[in-house]
């Protein structure tokens, strides 16, 4: 299948429609603590079973981990997000068509958390 999509935080808690057997709790850091590193860690830990897209395709399903990805955002609302996505190959492969289809796979991560009740600012990358 296709890879998928990268989020990560940069400076800038609501867990609606998750139920709480998919995620129950977004921890807030203490103050002092790391929040960059602490959000980046949440995002790696939700989004490391994220099966991505099928092959030449940028349609999403909304999954178990794209709500808790929104649950995981929401705490964090003031922060703003690189969305990143990826397509299978190595970047000597990369062609006009890879990195539309790269950007397009972003929009549609960013569109779904959007649907999903998120409000950060989602910057969206498309790699190839």
């Known amino acids: 299948g296709g890879l998928g999509a990268t989020l990560t935080a940069v400076p800038a808690a609501r867990a609606e429609g998750v139920s709480e057997t998919e995620f129950c709790v977004v921890p807030q850091p203490d103050p002092g603590e790391d929040a960059s590193a602490i959000l980046d860690q949440l995002l790696k830990e939700v ?4 099966k991505g897209f099928e092959p030449n395709k940028a349609k999403l399903a909304v999954t178990a981990e794209l709500r808790m990805t929104a649950a995981v ?25 890879k990195r539309q289809l790269t950007h397009v796979r972003a929009e549609s991560v960013q ?18």
């Open 47 to 50: 989004l490391q079973n994220f």
């Open 73 to 97: 955002l929401n705490a964090f609302p003031d922060w703003i997000i690189r969305c990143e996505s990826h397509a299978k190959g190595m970047p000597v492969e990369n062609s006009v068509a």
């Open 111 to 128: 569109s779904a958390l959007k649907e999903l009740g998120v409000t950060n600012i989602i910057n969206c990358h498309g790699l190839g």
